[in-house]
């Protein structure tokens, strides 16, 4: 059973960093691109970070680039979001999620982060 399982995630000021973690099981992790996406209050889900197999990140949205950096531990199985320089605007929830060919996406439960002075 392919499992992801976010953690991180909390209140934190304007200025602040956080970092998120994305825990896989279930599969062979390395075999996979990862991706991270966020929903904000009275919006849809979108993407924010990509990152390959190779641990290139591959997609990043224009609203956090240099300011958020994707990677991956393939040791560990996680995929983690540093999130630097936040700004009210960054407040969502958060989900990892893995695209597996012939069988579609798989999603975390989602991690809230609020971005509040």
């Known amino acids: 059973q392919v499992q992801l399982v976010e953690s991180g995630g909390g209140l934190v000021q304007p200025g602040g960093s956080l970092r998120l973690s994305c825990k896989v099981s279930?599969?062979?992790?390395?075999?996979?691109?990862l991706s991270w996406f966020r929903r904000a209050p009275g919006k849809e889900r979108t993407l924010v970070a990509e990152i390959n197999v190779a641990g290139v990140a591959i997609q990043i949205a224009d609203s956090v680039r240099g300011r958020f950096t994707i990677s991956r531990d393939n040791a560990l199985s996680t995929t983690d979001l540093q999130m630097n320089n936040l700004k009210p605007e960054d407040t969502a929830v958060y989900y990892c999620?893995?695209?597996?060919?012939?069988?579609?996406?798989?999603w975390g439960q989602g991690t809230q982060v609020t971005v509040s002075s």
């Open positions: 279930g599969l062979t992790f390395s075999m996979y691109a």
């Open positions: 999620m893995l695209w597996r060919p012939g069988t579609g996406a798989y």
